[in-house]
Nanobody, 120 residues
Framework: QVQLVESGGGLVQPGGSLRLSCVVS????????MGWYRQAPGKQRELVAA???????NYADSVKGRFTISRDNAKNTGYLQMNSLKPEDTAVYYC??????????????WGQGTQVTVSS
């Protein structure tokens, strides 16, 4: 039983900032990699940012220089710092974690999603 709980979404003005958090709990041996995805109405879900167990990061071109993904392994928590937000960033943001379970199997888990709305 692994759960991902997201927080930090909301309504923000263009140019503003938000920080999303994703807390992973359960029978976890380790979190191999984490990522943030987003999906706007009528569009496909897309990868926003990802971070590996080696702390390598990847970003979508649309958010490079504005968003930063990070993780706190001691807290089993991932973050997405979003700065200089634009209306086109409006979407439901989902946390994803590739988890090594206590009994040795790897599975992907998803958070429930948190709404980010950028509007004046």
């Amino acid at each position: 039983q692994v759960q991902l709980v997201e927080s930090g979404g909301g309504l923000v003005q263009p140019g503003g900032s938000l920080r999303l958090s994703c807390v992973v709990s359960g029978s976890i041996f380790r979190i191999n990699a984490m990522g943030w995805y987003r999906q706007a109405p009528g569009k496909q879900r897309e990868l926003v940012a990802a971070i590996t167990s080696a702390s390598n990061t990847n970003y979508a071109d649309s958010v490079k220089g504005r968003f930063t993904i990070s993780r706190d392994n001691a807290k089993n928590t991932g973050y997405l710092q979003m700065n200089s937000l634009k209306p086109e960033d409006t979407a439901v943001y989902y946390c994803n974690a590739d988890v090594r379970l206590s009994w040795g199997r790897d599975y992907d888990y998803w958070g429930q999603g948190t709404q980010v709305t950028v509007s004046s």
